[in-house]
Every structure is written in C-alpha cells, then in structure tokens.
C-alpha cells in the first residue's frame, strides 16, 4: 500500500508539472498571435500607441489560460503517460501487481484540481482583465462608442414596480440611448405600468430621461390611464433598482463575469426583461470545467498507456489528440444549441463532459482488463 501511495504521488506530480507547461506553452502561444492582432489593428490608428496592444494582450492572457485549460490537460497527459510509459515505470508497476485505477486516482485528482482552481479563483481575475479588455478595445481600437450602441442604441427593460400595485412590473423603451461620461441619457420614452396580472394599469410617454441612483427622471411626460386621456405631468420619477452599470453590463459578454457574481446578475437580467442564456450556460461551463479536466486526464490516459513494444504509439498519440479536439468540438456544437435555446443550459455545458467521462471509462477498462 505503501509502494502505491509513493507511486501516486510521484505520478501525480509528473502529471501537473507537465499539464502546467503544456497550459502556459499554449497560453503564450495563443497570446502571441493575438497580440499580433492588436499590433495590426493599431498600426491602422495613428493615435494608438503600439503599448496599448500589449495591455490588451496582457489582460487577455488569465482568459485564454481558462479556454486552453482542457486542452493543455489533454496534451499535458499526453505527454506525461507518454513518457512514463517510454521509460517503463508504468509497466513495472503494473507488473507489481498495481492497476491502473490506482495510479490514475491521483492525476485525476490533480486535474479536477486545477479545474476547482480555475473556476473558482481565475475566473474572477480573469472576468476583470477580460471586461478591462473589451472597454479598452471598444474605446480605442473599435470605435464603436459603447455597447449600448452596438445594440443599435435601443432599450428595452423590465423592472420591478410596486408603486402603482404590488407584484406590479414596468417596460420600458427608449428609442435612443447614449452613455456619456458615467450618466445614461435616453430620448422617445415609454413606458408600460402593469400589475401583477400583466393588465396595463398606466402608460408614461416621455420625451426625454436619464437614470439617476434610485429612479429614473423623466422629462416633459405625460401619463395615459386606460380610458382616459392625457395627463401632462412635467417631471417624473420612476424608482428601479437599475444602475447604468447593470444596464451596461446587461449587453457585455459573459466572459466579463466571474462564477461567484454571474448568479445575482442572472436574476437580475430575468427581472429586467434581458435574456440570460447566454450567461446562464457560461455559468454552467465553469461549473462543469473541473469534470472536462478530469476528463481530458482520462482521455489522455487511456490513449497514451499502451506499451512501447506494441507498436503504432505515434498512431495512438495522434488518435487521442484527435479524440479530445472532437470532444471539444461536440462540446462547441451543444453550446450553440444551448444559446439557441434548443437545449437547456445545464445539459449544453455538463453533457459533453459527462458523455467523454464515460467513453474514456470504457477505453480504460477495455485496455486494462481485456
């Protein structure tokens, strides 16, 4: 038992050194030729500084670090097995009598691990470098003016109301939405007051509105109550919850939010009248990466133990790195489905892991025990 546990450990220890820089070997890869984007696109900017690509480039890097992850414990086991199985420890620990399974259980471990790590603790840092990223990008790079504006500068929202009705809630559009400077600036203003019943209790129309802390302030209004005519009130405010860096964010990607915040914001969105698919199968992606890591380890595993004797090692190697680009490819394909709404989000982002987990299970046990 003794002789085990020393063999799990110095495997366990092979395994993360060799999935940590296979990770940082495909980070700097991937960073390297984005960074040759940035430098690219800057070039065509005067005004740019070439220094702001490599900002860009900088806070991208934990991001893409998360991306490459199950990759980089796909090949990082690859190579690791390889190697230890070339050099004959593998097999002399199978010939005394150890089986696979229990020198397994610790790179495993160690791959779910990193998993834990990255979900937990790089996805906030990488949220904030990403969200850093993008306002950088879109302000210096894109021109775009905002993401409000790349949304064809329109809102439409969904709020809480309990100021006409309890359990009420209020839609609001505004044809024209501009953020400067901190402050949200909207023009051609409706909004819809409906109780709980989804029954139009008052209209407010509105030439002009800003979001203040606490309420919006409507300009030249004028409120219509069913069978009634208009009331010109002048000034309105209309309490909310909303921020404008809620509404902001409300159109930002979801890599711009970590696991630990992306709950409340996902509320949040579904009392506002945005759609939080997107951010909802994001939320389940993180969730679901320590199994996709523990995965790819037994992917890896199971493709790369076969002895050096035997032959078609190459041939093997390259059939594993095939089999996990395929299984990340399955995983892509169920997430499009997942943002179409064609499947739920839980089973877009935790199927592909779950169904690669047994198949490398089924592999393992084929090579193992015949």
Known sequence: MAVAVTLSFYIARQFTLSILALIAALTGLVSLFDFIDLLRRAATRPDVPPSLAVEIAALHLPYFCIQILPFGVLLGGIVCFWRLTRSSELIVARAAGISAWQFLAAPLACAMAVGVIATTLLSPLSSATYARAEALDNAFLRNSGGLLNLAGGQLWLRQS??????????????????????????????????????????????????????????????????????????????????????????????????????????????????????????????????????????????????PVRRGGVARMIGSGVAAGFALFTISKVAEQFGQSGALPPVMAAWAPAGAGLLLAITLLLHLEDG
């Open 161 to 306: 109301d309990s100021g006409l009705v309890s359990g009420g809630i209020a839609i609001l559009h505004a044809r024209s939405v501009m953020v400067t400077d901190g402050t949200l600036d909207a023009r051609s203003i409706s909004v819809f007051r409906l109780d709980a019943h989804d029954r139009l209790l008052l209209r407010i129309e509105a030439g002009s509105g800003q979001l203040e802390p606490g309420a919006w302030l409507f300009q030249d209004a004028a409120t219509i109550a069913p069978d009634h005519m208009p009331n010109l009130v002048g000034a309105l405010r209309l309490p909310t919850d909303l921020t404008v860096n809620r509404v902001q964010q409300s159109f930002a990607a979801p890599d711009t939010f970590s696991v630990w915040t992306l709950p409340g914001f996902i509320a949040l969105l579904e009392r506002s009248g945005f759609s939080s698919i997107r951010h909802r199968l994001h939320f389940q992606a993180l969730l679901a990466l320590p199994l996709l890591a523990g995965t790819m380890a037994l992917v890896s595993a199971g493709f790369s133990m076969r």
